[in-house]
């Protein structure tokens, strides 16, 4: 997948101006219903919290200052403190790999010391004056950590157990006033025990003092990132109780990220167990497709029954990261149309008429290998779809729309070519088509009630609007569909949201869509996942298979059996 974004920052993009070429989410769907879904589905891990350890050194680096600085003369308030042993520590893990990162990366501040190594290499460092990034991890660390139970604020009521709208707003007011939980305290112990054999671990109780190079790569040795998982960590164990709910909070949004974690271990070892590596691409190929397309054949996805639901929330979330990749493909379709046209205006109508180009014809057969018995406008929903899971022997409607959406429109030259409006289109069609039949399921309730503003959409929003205005919606041309489809849904969605900061692409006048501005970066995904590939690693439960992509390790087949009340194999 080709771009990072930080979907789950919220707000941090909105409120600087940006040229018109950085445009990203034009349609606030990625960080509006997404972000909603993915962090209930994996709370607390964020997409910029990609790093198991940062829960264990953070309680840890506030331990130490509460026990050896705190309250003494000319000490650093406790952020200060903490962030003088992250940027140790971020040295000291280069020191160790020898000039590169930690290999999944996600180690703030080691970016710099890898590129200024030269720099760096060898020479002893003081740690209250180095600088390496802006700010410290444990801002963007913070929330995941009050919410996991680990830091509290003394001086507020505790957070209220967070039920299902629960998202990551829980912040620290104040860190004079933060303290480590008993939890927080034996996570901090924890990772006390993996390295206070190292002398820079005491040495960084005074941060004014130099530390060798040596020193602090001697300390990432037992103490950084990755050891977590390579070393018989003594933070693991703990770690592992906290992410699977076995100690600390255990509401309902603990619970899901727990059935998450364990539904990606349980699709690696069905993958595994047929020949198959797991990557995020497969893990959301296997649950809204319902198989994976390997290069030597297909494996169908087989979930065991305690994670049925949670696969279906994954569906569902997969249904909107679909939804928004066809969206957003029409809205660049329009665009492009607009900057083709001299007087950079074009009606509706005009758009929709478009779909009766026979040029399309063939461009919609070398993308898909089916031809259409007439002109794609002049076709509904339902025969598209039809003719597609005819001419795709074996494939089910899902698994077509994640092939669409993953393989065929991620391509600029695909969705930009003549076939990718219909594409767009098609899209859209074959997601909502699919979502009719178990909206009325946990999951598709679920999914309804994630978009509960106005100016929120999701496929069940799109469904309940389309029903209300064609009734019948998938026995509805293309043609006639399209002009609502695009007025509701694209440039309407885009106008009313207003991102006045940002810019706007293009807008309504009547019937008529005027614009100037090319929007190319149509990007969705699910960014939390990539995080919770990340920390199931350091966690050593899962690792990198020799052929690439990921297998279960022994001790991640043990949480499985053991979680999942499995008989041990
Ligand atoms: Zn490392």
């Not at 290999?103 to 200024?116: A, D, N, Q």
Request: charged share 25%; glycine share 8%; aromatic share 8%.
């Amino acid at each position: 997948m080709s771009k990072k974004l930080q979907t789950n920052f919220l707000g941090v993009h909105w409120i600087k101006q940006r040229p018109f070429s950085d445009v990203t989410d034009p349609l606030g769907m990625n960080l509006r219903v997404g972000a909603r879904l993915g962090a209930q589905l994996l709370y607390c891990i964020t997409s910029v919290t990609q790093r198991a350890r940062y829960y264990s050194f953070l309680p840890w680096c506030m331990m130490r200052y509460r026990d050896s600085q705190r309250g003494a003369p000319g000490a650093p308030g406790m952020v200060e403190a903490v962030f003088h042993r992250e940027k140790a520590l971020a040295i000291g893990c280069v020191a160790h790999h020898e000039g590169e990162t930690c290999v999944r990366g996600g180690v703030v501040g080691s970016r710099k010391v890898v590129r200024g190594f030269a720099e760096f290499e060898g020479k002893a460092f003081t740690p209250s004056r180095v600088k390496l990034v802006q700010d410290p991890a444990l801002n963007v660390y913070s929330a995941s950590l009050v919410n996991l139970g680990l830091i509290k604020e003394t001086a507020t009521e505790a957070p209220a157990e967070p039920g299902e709208d629960a998202d990551d707003e829980a912040s620290v007011t104040s860190w004079n006033d933060v303290e480590l939980t008993d939890l927080g305290v034996d996570v901090a112990k924890s990772y006390e025990a993996a390295v206070s054999g190292a002398p820079a671990s005491r040495q960084l109780d005074d941060p004014t003092r130099a530390l060798s190079w040596q020193r602090a790569a001697d300390w990432a040795s037992v103490g950084g990132y990755c050891e977590l998982a390579t070393e018989v960590a003594p933070d693991r164990e703990v770690l592992l109780d906290l992410f699977f709910c076995r100690r600390g909070r255990a509401a309902r949004s603990h619970e899901l990220r727990r059935q998450t974690l364990l539904l990606i271990l349980a699709l690696a070892r069905h993958l595994e167990d047929e020949g198959g590596p797991l990557d995020a691409t497969a893990f959301m190929s296997a649950v809204y497709g319902g198989r994976v397309e390997y290069e030597d054949g297909p494996i169908p996805t087989v979930v065991p029954s305690q994670l049925v639901d949670i696969a279906a929330r994954w569906k569902a979330y997969g249904a909107h990261v679909l939804m928004t990749t066809a969206l957003q493909c029409l809205l660049s379709h329009v665009a492009s149309a607009l900057q083709a046209n001299e007087a950079h205006r074009v009606s509706l109508a005009e758009l929709a008429q478009t779909l009766s180009d026979p040029a399309l014809e063939q461009a919609f057969v070398k993308n898909t290998g089916v031809r259409l018995p007439r002109r794609f406008g002049e076709l509904t929903p339902a025969s598209v779809n039809e003719a597609l899971s005819v001419g795709d022997l074996g494939r089910n409607k899902p698994e077509i729309a994640y092939s669409l959406a993953q393989d065929r429109l991620r391509d600029m030259d695909v969705r930009g070519g003549p076939a990718g409006f219909a594409l767009g289109l098609t899209l859209a069609g074959l997601v909502l088509e699919d979502y009719a039949t178990w909206k009325d399921e946990d999951a598709g309730i679920w999914l309804a009630k994630c978009s509960n503003d106005d100016e929120d959409v999701s496929p069940a929003i799109m469904l309940r609007r389309l029903e209300q205005r064609f009734g019948d919606w998938r026995q509805t041309t293309w043609q006639d569909l399209t002009p609502y489809l695009l007025r509701k849904f694209v440039v309407g969605l885009h106008s009313n949201l207003a991102y006045e900061k940002q810019g706007r692409l293009l807008q309504l006048d009547g019937d008529q869509i005027r614009g100037n501005h090319a929007f190319n970066d149509v990007w969705a995904d699910f960014p939390r996942l990539r995080s919770a590939l990340t920390i199931l690693q350091d966690l050593a439960l899962l690792e990198e298979g020799e052929e690439g992509g990921l297998r279960l390790t022994v001790a991640g087949r043990t949480v499985l059996t053991n979680d999942l009340g499995e008989c041990l194999q």
